[in-house]
């Protein structure tokens, strides 16, 4: 079972979208609702405790049953089956896409030529979750025989982002290990990192899934140079671990097998926060909360498997994208957690949607003439106010908005929280409302203003309002409801990719740059320059030789 291969502007639902787009466009959000008094139960749903409201979206009903038919003309059913069930959805990479069963909560068999993996995730899960309860009682000792204090996670892209961020968000879930993220290749990251650690109480877990990344083996080159300036030889085994595939390189690194975690390449680095490379969460926060994580993420994947297209969260975010970015020429999706724990979300998000959907060949192999992935960007509320609210608020661009809030805080309830979420509910109403010339004029007389000052700060003080966004308000931020936020955003990611007719799981447009930066890497070794482009060459030249 596989993808199909059509191109959606052939489609009759998308030619429809068309000008159901005609009739809408210059329809605001206020006579929406002033039409539709119904409109916010029609518009939103319950699942579990996320309740999503998409109402404030330049969209009415007949826009949501024609995003619902491209969806079915798209082949999306069967689309989601194939995800499910092992299909070679990566067929560029000739793979599956399986990190839905890293989560599964069915015992069903889940088949990869031929074989079950389900037994194989449950012990791999196993080993790490016993690792995990070791280091944490403190049973695992470092060479010394002192306990685990610090953990530091070397990993780069999928192998960081998403142990990062959730490690991050679960902060208050967290034991007493301090938990570090080492990634760029910039030794100054490292470096700072070292000024961190102690050698005796340091667990190293280098994450990466072909173990063939610069970053990382640069980064777990200089920590073990490090650490053995610090330690004898026989100490590695006691402060190394691996994730990886690919266990021969890790092997010729010196990391011995009982400390290496397997994963599979059916999982794709920027899915696999679930798999082993999950494990800097599960050391952080122990193995409960991970499982919590998995099992919230599992929920999700249910209802995204289940639920009917027009009830189906993840199916309907993402086919409101798909109205912003190819009906009304959106370039971009602003994402804002009012949560500092999710600070991070938008930077992982990046990763997840744009290296899947930011691809400008066709499941065909054509060029695609119609727009794809959406530049995502975002942080945390009320944080992004005080930065980039201004170009939301008036600036000239369309900027679709995903709001994230939780009813309730972590700590007590005390003052804060009304103040962040009346923030939370005042953004998108200020976004979707404005603030026409009479109450602006209004204001202004109420101030005092004398008539010419009045029509000098007129235009300035007006906002249009017709600003979409989406709210999702979640009860609290539990692991199982940030699995299943996650989870959420991953099925988005892939039913755009469906929609777009590209494929969402292979990452060629890495491979130039890096394969580039090690041609220049020998050429700094060899000097030879010339076969450089005018301007690459000049600026090799100033970094070898600054003054000249
Ligand atoms: O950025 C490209 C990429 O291949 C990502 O997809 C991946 O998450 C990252 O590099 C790290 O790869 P690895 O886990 O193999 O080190």
Excluded at 300 to 312: C, E, L
Aim: aromatic letters at 10%; charged letters at 20%; proline letters at 4%.
């Amino acid at each position: 079972m596989n993808l199909n291969k059509n191109k959606p502007s052939n489609l009759d639902s998308w030619k429809k979208l068309n000008s159901n787009f005609k009739t809408l466009s210059s329809k605001t959000l206020t006579e929406h609702f002033a039409e539709n008094p119904d409109r916010v139960d029609k518009l939103s749903i319950n699942w579990e405790s996320f309740y999503v409201d998409y109402s404030k979206n330049r969209l009415d009903k007949s826009t949501i049953d024609l995003l619902v038919s491209l969806a079915e003309e798209a082949g999306l059913k069967e689309g989601i089956e194939a995800y499910f069930s092992g299909g070679e959805i990566n067929e560029t990479e000739g793979r599956a896409v399986l990190h839905t069963a890293l989560r599964t909560q069915d015992s069903s068999p889940v088949l990869v030529e031929g074989e079950n993996i389900l037994p194989g995730i449950d012990q791999a899960k196993k080993e790490m979750y016993d690792f995990a309860d070791k280091v944490i009682s403190g049973a695992w000792k470092g060479h010394t025989g002192k306990s685990i204090q610090n953990v530091v996670n070397i990993g780069i892209g999928g192998s960081d982002l998403g142990p990062a961020m959730v490690t991050e968000a679960l902060e208050f879930y967290q034991n007493h290990l301090n938990v570090y993220f080492v990634s760029n290749v910039e030794g100054d990251h490292v470096n700072e990192i070292i000024n961190k650690i102690d050698p005796e109480t340091t667990l190293f877990v280098i994450v990466s899934k072909t173990f063939t990344t610069q970053e990382t083996l640069s980064n777990a080159q200089t920590l073990r140079k490090w650490f053995l300036n610090h330690a004898p030889q026989a100490a590695v085994e006691k402060h190394f671990v691996a994730v990886s595939t690919n266990q021969k390189k890790v092997t010729e690194f010196g990391i011995s097998p009982e400390n290496i975690f397997s994963m599979n390449d059916w999982v794709g680095g920027r899915f696999s926060l679930w798999s082993t490379v999950g494990i800097s969460i599960c050391l952080a926060v122990g193995p409960t909360h991970f499982e919590n994580l998995l099992k919230g993420a599992g929920a999700m994947d249910q209802h995204f498997r289940k639920a009917s297209f027009d009830q189906n969260i993840p199916v309907l975010l993402a086919m409101i994208t798909v109205w912003y970015n190819n009906f009304w020429n959106a370039e971009s999706e602003v994402i804002v957690p009012y949560s500092q724990y999710l600070r991070n979300l938008p930077a992982y998000l990046q990763q997840g949607i744009m290296e899947s959907n930011g691809k400008g060949v066709d499941r065909n192999g054509d060029p695609v003439d119609y727009q794809t992935g959406t530049i995502i960007w975002g942080a945390s509320g009320t944080n992004a106010q005080h930065a980039f609210f201004q170009l939301m608020h008036q600036g000239t661009k369309l900027i679709p908005a995903d709001f994230i809030g939780f009813a309730k805080p972590l700590y007590p309830k005390n003052d804060h929280q009304d103040k962040l979420m009346s923030n939370f509910f005042a953004q998108t109403q200020a976004l979707m409302l404005g603030k026409n010339e009479a109450t602006v004029r209004t204001e202004l007389e109420s101030q005092g203003k004398s008539n010419t000052e009045i029509e000098a700060l007129l235009p300035f003080k007006i906002f249009e309002g017709n600003r979409p966004s989406t709210t999702l308000l979640i009860e609290e931020l539990t692991p199982y409801n940030l699995g299943a936020l996650i989870a959420m955003y991953e099925h988005k990611i892939f039913v755009q990719g469906v929609i777009w007719n590209i494929f969402s799981y292979d990452q060629w447009g890495v491979e130039l740059g890096k394969q580039l930066a090690n041609n220049i890497l020998n050429d700094f070794e060899s000097g030879k320059l010339d076969h450089h482009d005018a301007s690459t060459k000049k600026l090799i030249e100033r970094y070898q030789n600054p003054k000249k």
